[in-house]
C-alpha cells in the first residue's frame, strides 16, 4: 500500500472508531513499523486533521470527536426526498461519486426510527422520478476519479477518442458537470498546461498518479 493509500485508510479507520487506538496497533495493521506509524500521525496532523492522543483506559490515538458533522434530526418527510433523489441519481449513473453517496444515503435512513424508516419506504413507494440514465462507467474507473476529485490528485488515463483510439493523458480534475445523458469532467492537462473537457463513459483506464 503506498503511503497516500495508507494515510487514507488510517483516517478513515480512526473516523470509524469510538475509542482511541495505540500506535503499534495502528502499526500492525497496517504493516508499517511504529516509527513510520508516527510519522504517518505527524502528516495526517499537517494535513490538519484534528489527531489528538488520549490517556487511560480507551486511550491511544483517535480523531476528535467534534470532527464530524453534528446529529441531524430529518423528519420521515425530508429523508424520503433526500433518499428518493439520491437512489434516482445513482441509478441514472448522474453522479461519479456513487459509492461515497450510496454511504450518505444509507446513514441518512439508517438513522431514523424503525417507524420513521417504515414511512420512508412507504413515500419512496408513491414516488417515482423518470429520466434517461447516462451512459455506463467502469466501476474501477469510477472509484478512481472519485478519489480523484475529493482529495485533488492527478491521474492518468486512457481516453477513447471520436476516432475510437486510445489517447493517454495526465491530468488533474476542477470541476465535473452532469448533463442529461452524460457527465463531463474538465481538467487541467498536466503535460500541455491545456484545459480539456473528458467524457466520463469514455475513459478506459484511471490510474492515481504514483508517488515519486
Not at 491511544?60 to 441519481?89: C, I, K, M, Q
Not at 474538465?186 to 463513459?201: G, I, M, P, W, Y
Request: charged share 30%; with cysteine; proline share 5%.
Amino acid at each position: 500500500m503506498r503511503r497516500t493509500e495508507r494515510l487514507f485508510a488510517i483516517a478513515e479507520y480512526l473516523r470509524g472508531r469510538r475509542t482511541g487506538v495505540t500506535a503499534s496497533t495502528l502499526a500492525e495493521r497496517f504493516g508499517v513499523t511504529a516509527r513510520t506509524m508516527y510519522r504517518d500521525l505527524d502528516a495526517l496532523r499537517g494535513a490538519e486533521l484534528p489527531v489528538n492522543a488520549e490517556r487511560g483506559r480507551g486511550g491511544g490515538y483517535a480523531l476528535d470527536r467534534h470532527y464530524s458533522l453534528p446529529p441531524v434530526n430529518f423528519t420521515p418527510r425530508e429523508a424520503a426526498l433526500l433518499v428518493a433523489l439520491g437512489r434516482w441519481l445513482a441509478e441514472m449513473r448522474f453522479v461519479p461519486f456513487a459509492d461515497t453517496l450510496g454511504s450518505a444515503l444509507d446513514k441518512v435512513q439508517g438513522a431514523l426510527s424503525t417507524s420513521s424508516q417504515r414511512q420512508v419506504l412507504e413515500h419512496m413507494k408513491a414516488l417515482e422520478i423518470v429520466g434517461v440514465p447516462a451512459r455506463p462507467v467502469n466501476p474501477k474507473v469510477q472509484r478512481t476519479i472519485e478519489r480523484a476529485w475529493f482529495e485533488s490528485l492527478p491521474i492518468r488515463i486512457k481516453y477513447l477518442t471520436s476516432s475510437f483510439a486510445e489517447s493517454p493523458h495526465h491530468v488533474r480534475i476542477r470541476k465535473v458537470r452532469m448533463e442529461r445523458t452524460e457527465t463531463l469532467l474538465f481538467c487541467d492537462d498536466l503535460e500541455t498546461n491545456e484545459q480539456r473537457a473528458f467524457k466520463l463513459d469514455r475513459i478506459l483506464v484511471a490510474e492515481i498518479e504514483k508517488p515519486k
